[in-house]
């Protein structure tokens, strides 16, 4: 299903509080970069000066042009041409050093937000699609990219030749100024009323933006399953409603920036030709000269062509402002899940005892349904727990809670004694190994998915590992072996196959705590056997937590814990929970036949 902007919040209201000041959240990015910016506008002033001096030779060539001293005619023609040399080194030399700091700045954005988002907790996930995210990275930085590497320099340097310009043609003839001033305010009031408009329509037209890339992100990265069910047309439909949507908006947006710049570009022209007219019958009486006229004229299109690119701008600022909000709204996005300011360091070794106490929690999108009812459970250290019930019993969510994903509403959840909510994530999730259901396999050689448990792993045991959990054999027949390219998620390896670089990855990461979610549900039974051989030699001194089905996994599980709406319901060894009816027995019934037929 697409995701609307009104699904993700009230983008309307959003979009009538956008002000160009939001820019200013870009500072604290360019701060670093403080002389390369001095540089730049240095650079940007240096070259509104040398524009705006340009007139003044112009007028003394023309004045000049019936002397009779051709060597002071030559002069001016000379000092024109340096004049206009030093303009285009100048102007070189700013886009040079603003298009440099753009680059840097945007760098250092996409940076940022990459590692916030990357750390924030799961349940910021379930509200924000991660196409989302993308779009903001991706498109909302390339429209940041776009205003500090030129639209801030190209408003810079206009507003210095505006009011350069205004100064320096009420020193040249105050009469005509005084009549170009008077269709200043006409010019405004257009920027002002159809800026607002504008405003509004580039937030919505990004957000549409970001809705689309939410939708195709999801298509696309489920694209098995979309084919599998004959869902291309449909999918293929919501897609182009969402971007067709996004096309509408942006529609909206270029009509009413083409027609304010229309307007605005009209009205001052027609203001020029006006004041033109006037000052040529001043020549005709001899009030002004021809030069200086023709210098009035050329500062007068020099203020209407900086009035004609600031309204070209405004919209460029526009954008770039709701593109700003987007990435700070990112930055500052509440993470539900913080570790604490002083955190406590775990006792050494870490013997990985896990204790959950009367611990509630229910899904920030889920607040009605608890995933975990008062759940009292004592690991110890080493022991091997086996988690039983039936779908929704909160297996899953144990795991989850163990990794500190999210935290308990109420109750407390302990590693060796010390809250997780008093220790910093990372430290303490070095000591965890996870084998999830859905194995994740990156974009990368089958060498440096193993080695994701372990970054500094050697070659050496990275193979160990992969025979260890039966993976070695087939790795040796990839085209190129180790370091074949698996493909997006995996694409290259079977169902089996990604289970077991997974847990090639668990058993590399050699961690006192081991998670198994599943970890051999997608397994034949020949390679079962071979992982579970390496996964019972690995669980030898760990603490082990596994959600499983299986009877062979749940059997040598030195406890059961059976599960049901959130809650602990039984405990104890297979053969006692059988013997004692009620919901494990009638598991093991339903649930365990292939198993026990097996056995």
Known sequence: MARTPSQTKNNEERAKSRRLGSLGALWPFMRPYRLLLSAALCAL???????????????????????????????????????????????????????????????????????????????FYEKTMTGEVLSRITTDTTLILSVIGSSISIALRNILLLVGGLILMLFTSAKLTGLVMLIVPAVIVPIMVLGRRLRVLSRENQDWIA???????????????????????????????????????????????????????????????GVLWVGAWDVRA????????????????????????????????????????????????????????DPRSLPEPVRGEIVFDDVRFAYPTRRDTPALDGVDLRIAPGETVALVGPSGAGKTTIIQMIQRFYDADAGVITLDGVPLTELDRQAFR??????????????ASARDNIRFGRPDATDAEIEAAARAAAAHGFLTELPDGYDTWLGERGVMLSGGQKQRVAIARAILRDAPVLLLDEATSALDAESERAVQQAVDTLAEGRTTVIVAHRLATVKKADRIIVMDEGRVVATGAHDALVAEGGLYARLARLQFTDGMAAE
């Open 430 to 443: 070095r000591h965890l190994a996870l084998v999830p259901q859905d194995p994740v396999i990156f974009a």
């Open 211 to 273: 809705a689309s890339s939410g939708n195709a992100s999801e298509a696309l990265t489920s694209v098995q399953t979309v084919q599998a069910y004959t869902h291309e047309t449909i999918s293929q439909a919501a897609f182009a409603d969402v971007t067709e949507k996004s096309f509408d908006a942006a529609r909206r947006r270029i009509w009413t920036r083409s027609g304010m710049t229309a307007i605005v570009i009209f009205l001052v022209f027609t203001g020029i030709v």
């Open 286 to 341: 001899g009030v002004i000269s021809a030069g200086t006229l023709i210098q009035f004229v050329i500062y007068a299109v020099f203020v209407a062509g900086a009035v004609a690119a600031l309204s070209e701008v405004f919209g460029e600022l526009q954008r770039a402002a709701g593109a700003t909000e987007r990435l700070v709204d990112l930055l500052e996005a509440e993470d539900t899940v913080q570790d604490p300011s």
């Open 45 to 123: 002033v240096a070259t509104a000066c040398i524009s705006l001096i340009l007139p003044m030779a112009v007028r003394r060539v023309v004045d000049n042009f019936n002397t009779k001293s051709g060597e002071l005619l030559n002069l001016y023609f000379g000092a024109a041409l340096g004049i206009a040399a030093l303009l285009a080194l100048g102007t070189a030399l700013r886009y040079a050093l603003v298009s440099r700091l753009g680059e840097r700045v945007v760098a250092d954005i996409r940076k940022a937000v990459f590692d916030r988002v990357i750390s924030l907790s799961p349940a």
